[in-house]
């Protein structure tokens, strides 16, 4: 079934009524070609999932009829921001949309020493909304009840400055080739549900040793993920799949 | 360094000399301009890795002396073979070129009901040998010492007789649905090391509940992969990551 987010607050009692605005009417009635009576899922601002049944419907909005309502637990034990150095061509596309798929709570794209690409101030606005839409689509797809967020920060620096988080790793060529392969785990280990585990990655170019070592010294860790080297956009997808794994699976 | 994947059989002592011929030759003499004296890394067909020096060329052979030799544990101590259904675009490109950053020992595809795409006859041996293209330049650039293998089957019955497995299993998003999410657990935990595990998953139309019940039937079980919905391309990732995350990290 076709899912949506709302963004305005609803009542989710069954038979009462809500009305749908913004770009989903749009979806549902033009694109899906809903007719009065039929149905689709609506996401609420609080996680709720609910089945809603087309009563009638204006150019703009629709009158929209509770039928269902569930919780369901599809979003990660702990809160993942995958935070990453830009890139070049629609690698940052990919790390949304797969990362997305996979239960980030968060991507903050970020400049660094190495980076090959970099956002034009200009471009970056309109660049964040398309990831925003990137991120809703893909949320929509993969049936989660949240949208990730998506955020810039000029640097390292004011990165782990900016973002609150109770722990944090970043991916580090040098660490795995010298063995290590114990920080991730012993990571996840220590953090609780609903935790935010702050996890960083370097764009295409990698990261320096000088903003690693910084990194370090604010305690975000190096951590190996294992003994291959894997691309800019390939990194955010084994971590994710990783805190899966071992948080719902194991 | 620059890394290539020998097909012929070398003597690897240290200042012994072989040849190199093939496409090797070619990308490192006239793509990378190699001159006598540089150095590049040469994977042996049993897994050593080789730094060569360059002696002297003619157009089509390199004369390679052996400097150094190490034996890398790069390799996933499972041997993952991904069987995917065929899809459209560029996916089966994808899912090659990251399960290579990922380890994966063996792709297969094969065609099923629900398909969007299929393989037409004629095209078939072209698309493979993409597909083992892509492999080969995955491997070098993640600096894997194994090329995994491509191949394809008709369909799921002819792929579980004609390929040797220890463990089957098959991502069906039913299965994770109604919650299951211990299977893949058990799997790798019953394995010994090098042994081969296979892994199923459907087209982007998913699989049929026959083509999946005839699965469990010869002891491939149905394995969730977390309560998202990933796309055919997204979870083979996953479970290659979690493959690696419990075999290398825990």
Not at 2 to 30: A, C, M, P
Not at 105 to 113: L, N, R, T
Request: charged share 15%; proline share 3%.
């Amino acid at each position: 079934m076709q899912r949506y987010f709302l963004t305005n607050t609803i009542t989710t009692t069954v038979d009462s009524v809500f009305e749908l605005t913004g770009e989903s009417v749009h979806h549902w009635l033009k694109v899906m070609r809903a007719q009065p009576g039929d149905q689709a899922e609506f996401v609420t601002r609080n996680q709720q999932v609910v089945i809603g049944k087309l009563l009638s419907s204006t150019t703009t909005t629709a009158q929209v009829a509770v039928q269902q309502v569930t919780t369901p637990q599809v979003e990660l034990p702990l809160q993942v921001l995958i935070a990453c150095g830009v890139s070049k061509g629609d690698k940052t596309e990919q790390i949304v949309q797969r990362g997305t798929e996979l239960g980030a709570a968060g991507f903050i794209f970020f400049d660094s020493q190495y980076a090959v690409a970099k956002w034009a101030t200009n471009k970056r606005e309109r660049k964040l909304s398309r990831l925003v839409k990137i991120a809703q689509a893909a949320a929509e797809q993969s049936h989660r009840t949240v949208v990730p967020t998506v955020s810039y920060q000029a640097n390292l620096s004011t990165l782990v400055q900016q973002v609150s988080y109770d722990a944090g790793i970043v991916a580090w060529e040098e660490s795995a080739k010298q063995g290590e392969s114990s920080q991730l785990v012993q990571t996840l280990n220590k953090m609780q549900p609903q935790q935010r585990l702050l996890a960083i990655f370097g764009p295409e170019g990698g990261l320096t040793s000088t903003e690693v070592s910084d990194l370090n010294q604010v305690g975000v860790v190096s951590a190996g993920l294992g003994p291959r080297i894997m691309r800019a956009e390939t990194a955010p997808m084994y971590l994710l799949s990783a805190v899966s794994f071992s948080q719902e699976l194991v």
